[in-house]
C-alpha cells in the first residue's frame, strides 16, 4: 500500500478474506478508504493501523474485526515498511493470518484459569520432586501463606505426615493410582496443624509429572466425628446399664412374687372353707396381680436380654420359624378358634430364635385383641429392593391412628380392662428393639375393612 493508502500488490487469500469480512471487492489500485466495513470502528482501526506503517513503524498485534452481528474473528497482523533505495518511505506492507481458534482457546484457558485462581476450594500443583508449581487463592487462605510464599515451598513444609525421606514412596503410588483420594495433617503458617481430605489426581504434560490435590479441610467433620463417637459411647454405656439395671430387678423381683403366690396357694389350702367369699376374692385377686406382676418382670427380663452379647446372625427359613411359633401357640388358637395362614415364605439372615419372638408376639396379639369373630391372621412376605417386608395381619379391634406409633414404647398398654385383654406392654417393644437390631423397622396399619397390619422389614 503506498501513502495513499492505494493497494499496490495482494493475493487472491487476502481478496478473498476482504471479501468475506466486509463483502468489499477489492483490486490493484483500490483504496482502503473506498472499503465499507459492517462496523465502523473496524475502519478506524485499520486506518490507525495502515497511518502508523506509512509513517515508518514496525510492529505486529492482533485485533478482532467483522460484522458484530455474525461471527467476527481474530487476526494477527504483521506490518512492515516500504522503501525506495534511497531509503525514503513510499508506502507499507502487512501480512494478515487468522488466529480466531488461537484466541478462543486462550479466552477458555483464562476463563479456566480464573476459575481455578478464584475456586472456593483450595487446589495445588505439585511437580514430581513434591514443589508446589501452582496455588489458588483459597490454598494461600487456607494455609496463611502468600502465593510467592507457597511457590518457594514444598509438600514437606506442610505435611508433617510426608517428610522428604517418604516422598519418593508417595510419588510412585501418586503415578502408579492416578486419582485418589486420601486424609492428611496439613500445618499453617501460623504453626496450627488441622485435618484435611485431599482429592490427588496424576497428570503428565510434555514428558513433564505432576499432579493436582484438591484440599478439605474437615476439621468441622472431625470435630463432630468426634462428638457422635462420645455420644454413641455414652448412649452404649446408658443403654447397657439400663439392661443390666432391668434384669437385675426383674430377676430380684421375681423371687419375692413366688413367695406372694406360695403364701396365697397355702392360705387358700389351710382355711379352705373358713374363708369367707370376701377373703377368698381377696386372695384370688392376690392370685391374678402376681401372676400379672410376673408376666410383666418375664417380659421386662426378655427385653433387656434382646441382643445382649450381639445377634446370632445366619441363615433362616422363615416357613421353619412360623411352624415353631404355630406349635407353641397351639393351646391359645385352638382356644380361639384363630386361623393363621401364610404364603411362601422366604430364606433371610437372621437371629433365629429372635425371629420367633417377634412372629410370636404379633400373632399372639392378633389372637389377643380379636374382635366378636373368630381370629384370623394373614402371613405375608413381599421382596423390595435390599429388603423383605413381612406382613401380619389381623380382623381384630385395631388400632386408632393416633397411637400407632406410642403402642412399641415400653409399657404402652392401650386398654385399661386387663381382665379382657391382660398384656404387659413390653411384646411390641421388644419387637421393635429386635427388628431394628436387624437393621429394618417395624410399623402398623390399619387392616380394611376391620383390623391392623403389622409390618416389619428386614435386610435380605
Not at 466495513?37 to 506503517?53: E, F, G, K, V, Y
Not at 396379639?365 to 429388603?387: C, D, F, M, S, W
Amino acid at each position: 500500500m503506498d501513502v495513499n493508502f492505494r493497494f499496490l500488490a495482494l493475493n487472491r487469500a487476502y481478496q478473498a478474506e476482504v471479501k468475506r469480512l466486509f463483502g468489499a471487492d477489492i483490486q490493484l489500485g483500490s483504496s482502503l478508504r473506498d472499503i465499507t466495513t459492517p462496523n465502523p470502528a473496524d475502519m478506524d482501526c485499520l486506518i490507525d493501523l495502515w497511518t502508523r506503517a506509512l509513517h515508518g513503524e514496525e510492529f505486529t498485534e492482533t485485533h478482532e474485526l467483522g460484522d458484530p452481528g455474525r461471527d467476527r474473528r481474530y487476526y494477527e497482523i504483521r506490518f512492515s515498511s516500504i522503501r525506495d533505495r534511497e531509503g525514503r518511505l513510499i508506502g507499507a506492507a502487512h501480512i494478515v493470518r487468522d488466529v480466531t481458534e488461537r484466541k478462543r482457546i486462550e479466552h477458555r484457558l483464562q476463563l479456566t484459569q480464573f476459575a481455578v485462581d478464584h475456586a472456593a476450594e483450595p487446589i495445588l500443583r505439585i511437580d514430581s520432586a513434591g514443589h508446589f508449581m501452582y496455588v489458588n487463592e483459597a490454598a494461600c487462605r487456607l494455609l496463611g501463606y502468600t502465593r510467592d510464599e507457597l511457590l518457594q515451598m514444598t509438600v514437606f513444609d506442610i505435611d508433617p505426615l510426608n517428610p522428604a525421606d517418604l516422598w519418593p514412596e508417595r510419588w510412585r503410588e501418586v503415578k502408579e493410582r492416578g486419582a485418589y483420594n486420601l486424609e492428611s495433617i496439613y500445618r499453617r503458617k501460623s504453626g496450627e496443624t488441622f485435618p484435611v481430605e485431599i482429592a490427588v489426581t496424576h497428570l503428565q504434560h510434555e514428558g513433564r509429572d505432576f499432579c493436582y490435590a484438591f484440599v478439605r479441610d474437615i476439621s468441622a467433620y472431625k470435630r463432630a466425628e468426634e462428638a457422635l463417637r462420645r455420644v454413641n459411647a455414652e448412649l452404649a454405656r446408658s443403654n447397657s446399664d439400663l439392661e443390666q439395671f432391668a434384669s437385675i430387678v426383674s430377676h430380684d423381683l421375681r423371687s419375692p412374687m413366688l413367695t406372694i403366690s406360695g403364701y396365697v396357694f397355702l392360705l387358700s389350702s389351710e382355711l379352705g372353707e373358713q374363708l369367707s367369699d370376701e377373703a377368698r376374692n381377696m386372695l384370688e385377686a392376690i392370685r391374678c396381680t402376681v401372676d400379672q406382676m410376673n408376666e410383666l418382670l418375664k417380659g421386662l427380663l426378655g427385653y433387656s436380654r434382646v441382643g445382649r452379647g450381639g445377634l446370632n446372625l445366619a441363615r433362616c427359613q422363615v416357613d421353619a420359624v412360623l411352624r415353631t411359633v404355630l406349635t407353641s401357640l397351639t393351646a391359645e388358637l385352638q382356644a380361639a378358634q384363630a386361623r393363621v395362614m401364610h404364603g411362601p415364605m422366604p430364606e433371610v439372615r437372621a437371629d433365629e430364635l429372635l425371629l420367633v419372638q417377634v412372629f410370636q408376639n404379633l400373632i399372639s396379639n392378633a389372637i389377643k385383641y380379636r374382635g366378636v369373630l373368630p381370629p384370623e391372621v394373614h402371613i405375608t412376605a413381599a421382596q423390595e429392593p435390599g429388603r423383605w417386608v413381612f406382613s401380619v395381619a389381623d380382623n381384630g379391634i385395631g388400632i386408632p391412628p393416633e397411637h400407632r406409633e406410642r403402642i412399641f414404647g415400653m409399657f404402652q398398654r392401650l386398654h385399661a380392662d386387663e381382665s379382657k385383654y391382660g398384656g404387659t406392654g413390653i411384646g411390641l417393644a421388644t419387637c421393635k428393639k429386635i427388628v431394628e437390631q436387624h437393621g429394618g423397622r417395624i410399623w402398623a396399619e390399619a387392616n380394611e375393612p376391620q383390623g391392623s397390619v403389622f409390618r416389619f422389614t428386614l435386610p435380605r
